[in-house]
Protein backbone atom coordinates (compact mmCIF):
# COMPACT_ATOMS: atom_id res chain seq x y z
CA UNK A 1 0.00 0.00 0.00
CA UNK A 2 2.84 2.72 0.77
CA UNK A 3 4.66 2.02 -2.05
CA UNK A 4 2.03 2.81 -4.01
CA UNK A 5 0.71 5.39 -2.49
CA UNK A 6 4.28 6.97 -2.54
CA UNK A 7 4.33 6.09 -5.87
CA UNK A 8 1.33 7.85 -7.08
CA UNK A 9 1.46 10.93 -4.76
CA UNK A 10 4.86 11.60 -4.60
CA UNK A 11 5.50 11.57 -8.56
CA UNK A 12 8.15 13.94 -9.42
CA UNK A 13 9.05 14.79 -5.85
CA UNK A 14 10.24 11.18 -4.13
CA UNK A 15 11.94 7.98 -5.58
CA UNK A 16 10.50 4.59 -4.10
CA UNK A 17 11.72 0.95 -3.50
CA UNK A 18 9.76 -1.48 -1.34
CA UNK A 19 11.38 -4.21 0.39
CA UNK A 20 10.66 -6.75 3.33
CA UNK A 21 13.30 -8.99 5.56
CA UNK A 22 11.70 -11.52 2.66
CA UNK A 23 10.39 -11.49 -0.72
CA UNK A 24 6.64 -12.09 -0.78
CA UNK A 25 3.85 -10.89 -3.05
CA UNK A 26 1.07 -8.69 -1.93
CA UNK A 27 -2.17 -9.76 -0.73
CA UNK A 28 -5.23 -9.98 -3.11
CA UNK A 29 -7.06 -8.20 -0.67
CA UNK A 30 -4.87 -5.19 -0.81
CA UNK A 31 -4.55 -5.34 -4.66
CA UNK A 32 -8.38 -4.88 -4.38
CA UNK A 33 -8.56 -2.55 -1.71
CA UNK A 34 -6.34 -0.11 -3.66
CA UNK A 35 -8.34 -0.73 -6.38
CA UNK A 36 -11.10 0.67 -5.13
CA UNK A 37 -9.59 4.21 -5.36
CA UNK A 38 -8.12 3.88 -8.37
CA UNK A 39 -4.40 2.52 -7.73
CA UNK A 40 -3.19 -0.66 -9.02
CA UNK A 41 -0.48 -2.59 -7.21
CA UNK A 42 -1.01 -5.45 -9.03
CA UNK A 43 2.31 -5.57 -10.52
CA UNK A 44 4.17 -4.76 -7.33
CA UNK A 45 5.90 -7.49 -4.61
CA UNK A 46 8.15 -6.91 -2.05
CA UNK A 47 11.80 -7.26 -2.66
CA UNK A 48 14.33 -9.14 -0.54
CA UNK A 49 16.07 -6.51 1.83
CA UNK A 50 19.53 -8.04 0.94
CA UNK A 51 19.13 -6.65 -2.89
CA UNK A 52 19.01 -2.80 -1.25
CA UNK A 53 21.95 -1.25 0.36
CA UNK A 54 21.01 1.47 2.95
CA UNK A 55 23.52 4.37 1.50
CA UNK A 56 21.43 4.61 -1.31
CA UNK A 57 17.94 6.00 0.96
CA UNK A 58 17.77 9.15 2.58
CA UNK A 59 14.82 7.85 4.51
CA UNK A 60 13.67 4.16 5.60
CA UNK A 61 10.32 3.32 6.66
CA UNK A 62 9.29 0.29 8.36
CA UNK A 63 5.40 -0.82 8.49
CA UNK A 64 3.83 -2.58 11.38
CA UNK A 65 6.64 -2.17 13.73
CA UNK A 66 9.32 -4.22 12.32
CA UNK A 67 12.04 -1.88 12.14
CA UNK A 68 12.96 -3.40 15.36
CA UNK A 69 14.29 -6.18 12.80
CA UNK A 70 15.80 -4.25 10.45
CA UNK A 71 20.00 -4.21 11.21
CA UNK A 72 21.15 -1.37 12.48
CA UNK A 73 22.46 0.38 8.97
CA UNK A 74 19.04 1.13 7.94
CA UNK A 75 17.78 2.30 11.47
CA UNK A 76 20.53 4.94 11.19
CA UNK A 77 19.28 6.71 8.01
CA UNK A 78 19.08 10.44 8.23
CA UNK A 79 15.17 9.88 7.97
CA UNK A 80 13.74 6.51 10.22
CA UNK A 81 10.26 5.88 10.83
CA UNK A 82 8.33 2.59 12.22
CA UNK A 83 4.70 2.78 11.40
CA UNK A 84 2.84 1.21 14.08
CA UNK A 85 -0.28 -0.08 11.58
CA UNK A 86 -2.26 -3.06 12.44
CA UNK A 87 -1.07 -6.13 9.89
CA UNK A 88 -4.80 -6.28 8.13
CA UNK A 89 -3.64 -10.05 7.01
CA UNK A 90 -6.66 -12.44 8.21
CA UNK A 91 -8.65 -9.38 9.03
CA UNK A 92 -12.26 -8.44 7.28
CA UNK A 93 -12.28 -6.36 4.28
CA UNK A 94 -13.00 -3.32 6.31
CA UNK A 95 -9.70 -3.55 8.25
CA UNK A 96 -7.86 -3.80 5.13
CA UNK A 97 -9.55 -0.74 4.24
CA UNK A 98 -9.28 1.27 7.48
CA UNK A 99 -5.40 0.60 7.28
CA UNK A 100 -5.05 1.60 3.64
CA UNK A 101 -6.85 4.84 4.90
CA UNK A 102 -3.99 5.24 7.46
CA UNK A 103 -1.24 4.23 5.33
CA UNK A 104 -2.62 6.96 2.76
CA UNK A 105 -2.36 9.83 5.86
CA UNK A 106 0.99 9.37 6.52
CA UNK A 107 2.17 8.72 3.44
CA UNK A 108 1.16 12.34 2.59
CA UNK A 109 2.43 13.47 6.02
CA UNK A 110 5.78 12.12 4.99
CA UNK A 111 6.00 13.27 1.34
CA UNK A 112 5.07 16.77 2.81
CA UNK A 113 7.96 16.44 5.63
CA UNK A 114 10.77 15.91 3.17
CA UNK A 115 9.25 18.65 0.69
Given at each position: MAEGFAK???????????????ASKVDPITVE?????????????????????????DAVISLCGCGVNLPEEWVLRE?????????????????FRRVRDEVKERVLNLIESLS
Open positions: ILGEGKIAVSSSGLAVMSEIGIDISNQSSKPLSNFHPEDYVFEDWQLDDPKGESIAT
